[in-house]
Every structure is written in C-alpha cells, then in structure tokens.
C-alpha cells in the first residue's frame, strides 16, 4: 500500500520518531524546519515492493552540534547521485537506516526531492550509534559502496570491508567535510528489504507523534497517551538530579541521573541501572518525554528539567543473541559485560 504524507503526518512523524530514538537520532530543531519544506512524499510498505526493485539506505551522519548549526541543505541529493552513478543503477525505493526525528525527515525530504518513494520501515526501528548495529548488517547486505556528501559539492565514495571500516573511515571524510554529511549505502533487492527491514517504523513513529498532539488538544495526559500508543512501561518520574558528558571518538557519552535510576549513553541510551543493577539495555529502547509530554534527545537533557524515562521493548528481530551481540561492545565499555535481559 501506498500512501501520501503531507505536512502533519511530517510533524507527527517528527515527535514520535524523536521519542523513539531512545535519546538520538538528530534534532527536532533540525528536523521540524525540513517538514515544512516538503509539500509531499510518498511512503510504502515493505510488502509492496518488488522483489526486484533497488532499494537504498539513506542516513545523516556526523556531529549532531554541527547539525543543528547548519540546519539541513539537501546534502542526500548528491550523496544519492553519486551512489547511482557507483553502483551503475537507478534507486527505486529509499529505506531509512534508523529512527530518529532527523535520520527519517532527510530521507523523506530526498524522496520527495527525487521523486522516490520512502519506505515504512527503517534497519533498526530506533536509533543506534553505530553503522553496524542495524538488521541490514546482520543479514549481510554489504555496506559498500558508501557514497558521502556535503552541501558545497565535495562528495566521496568509500568501498570498506565491512560496517565497522565504514564507520571509521566515513567519519574520517566527515570531519573533512566540516562535520556533518549525507550518505548513501547497502544497495539491496526489494527481496532482501523485506527480509531484513524492520517495518511501519514511520507509521508508528506517526501514531506516537498524533497521540502526544491530540493528547494535548484534548487536555488529556500526554504521558499517558505515549505508553497506550507504544505497551512503554515507565521507569522513572522527577527531575533529572545530574548529567555529565564527554565527547570521545566523535561520539557523546554520558550519564543521566533520574530519581532512583542512572542511563548511560552513546549517543542514544543504552542502559538504565537501579540500585546497581540493570533493568533496561539495548536494543531495548529508553526514552525521554518531558511530563508536559515533550519528546527529547540526550542533547536536550539538561539539569533541573522534568522528565519521564520510558522503556518500550525492541522489536522482536532484535530478541536473538546475534541481536544484541552487535551492542555488547558499547556496554562493556559502559560496565556491563553480561547476556541481555529482557524488561
């Protein structure tokens, strides 16, 4: 099925996939402005789609402070261009690679841009820190070739070994850039989308986005509202008591203290601990809402704002031990070398 998206599907969009960044994603600052552009984009569902159409992975990827100085200028149009021209083929269908306010709206702006239908799902159905950490990688849809773009006409195309080389050298070529970049990447057949994708992320992201509207039209609890539209269970109430940060490696580390428990992230949140112990990890999601129902990112976390920590569990593509073995690394480093628990 296929369906036309306009103005405030967008905003919906927007507010619901900023709550399901589980604290990334990029920016609403960035994002709201890249909706009102976009007269009209057509979405479609995974299962409507040819087996042997193209399909293309589209991300922005970069420092999210340099994101939200610059704003958005179409750096996926070129990024796209050069990936057709690389892989000698015309894109079909455009896939998001993650969810996030930002990672989703681009997308859409370069499918209603090119003329291109974007696709109801995305790799991870949240946002993640790393290439490597999506159901495209763990289903072995080669990450090469890698075409990255800026807005003043520098464009690269990279062709690593794998995601993890990906990773390293696009951020190389992105500080080159001034920051931040469009990409381009994991060229695969409508058959392998539709084993691989995670689907109705846009959908749902939208369903969270209305609910959190009409919650507020209707002076009910937005709070409330979010955890009927996504089965999330609240983890903790109040105001955030602490936060401390470091930049390393490109990446945001922190930790975030609320009431009785503490979230370590990576850019997004990966774990939440209680009394020493953990009750939340990934690919499990924790989100922020403030109490007002305001979705946030871990950048928008400040001290002495009231929020809400809500869990929403990880689609169940994730419930497997190759799921979360793609994250193990990001929570030994935080201190957790265990197997996943499930909330």
């Known amino acids: 099925m296929k369906r036309k998206l306009h103005r405030q599907e967008m905003i919906d969009i927007v507010k619901g996939a900023t709550f399901l960044g589980a604290g990334g994603g990029g920016s609403q600052k960035v994002a709201l402005p890249i909706a009102e552009q976009i007269r009209e984009v057509t979405l479609i569902k995974p299962e409507d789609i040819s087996d042997s159409s193209n399909v293309a992975v589209m991300l922005a990827m970069g420092s999210p402070v340099v994101s939200i100085r610059m704003g958005y200028r179409g750096e996926l149009i070129p990024a796209l261009e050069r990936f057709e021209k690389a892989v000698g083929k015309r894109i079909d269908y455009i896939v998001p690679l993650e969810t996030g306010s930002a990672n989703i709206l681009k997308p859409l702006h370069a499918g209603a841009v090119k003329g291109l239908p974007v696709v109801d799902g995305d790799g991870a159905g949240r946002a993640v820190p790393e290439l490597q950490e999506t159901m495209f990688c763990l289903h072995g ?33 992105i500080t080159v850039f001034g920051g931040i970049a469009g990409v381009v ?50 983890l903790a109430k109040g105001k955030v008591a602490k936060k401390t940060e470091e930049v390393k490696a490109g ?46 990112t871990n950048a928008d976390i400040k001290e002495g704002l009231e929020v ?36």
């Open 141 to 173: 849809i080669p990450i090469a070739p890698l075409s990255a773009a800026d807005s003043e006409g520098n464009s690269a195309v990279l062709y690593p070994v794998d995601a993890y080389m990906a990773e390293r050298l696009g951020r190389a070529v």
């Open 185 to 234: 990447c994991q060229l695969m057949t409508g058959k392998q989308l539709k084993e691989a994708v995670i689907p109705d992320t846009l959908s749902i992201a939208e369903r969270v986005g209305k609910a959190i509207r009409e919650a507020k039209e209707c002076m009910r609890d937005p709070v409330e509202a979010v955890i009927e539209a996504t089965g999330g269970t609240i």
């Open 308 to 343: 809400v920590a809500i869990a929403k569990r990880a689609h169940e593509k994730w419930k497997t031990p190759q799921g979360f073995k793609l994250f193990a690394h990001i929570l030994e480093s935080i201190g957790y070398k265990g197997e996943y628990i499930s909330f």
């Open 251 to 296: 990446f945001d580390y922190g930790r975030v203290f609320l009431e009785d428990i503490i979230v370590d992230y990576k850019n997004e949140n990966m774990i939440a601990w209680r009394g020493g112990k953990p009750i939340v990890m990934v690919p499990d999601l924790i989100c922020w809402l403030t109490t007002d129902g305001e979705p946030l």
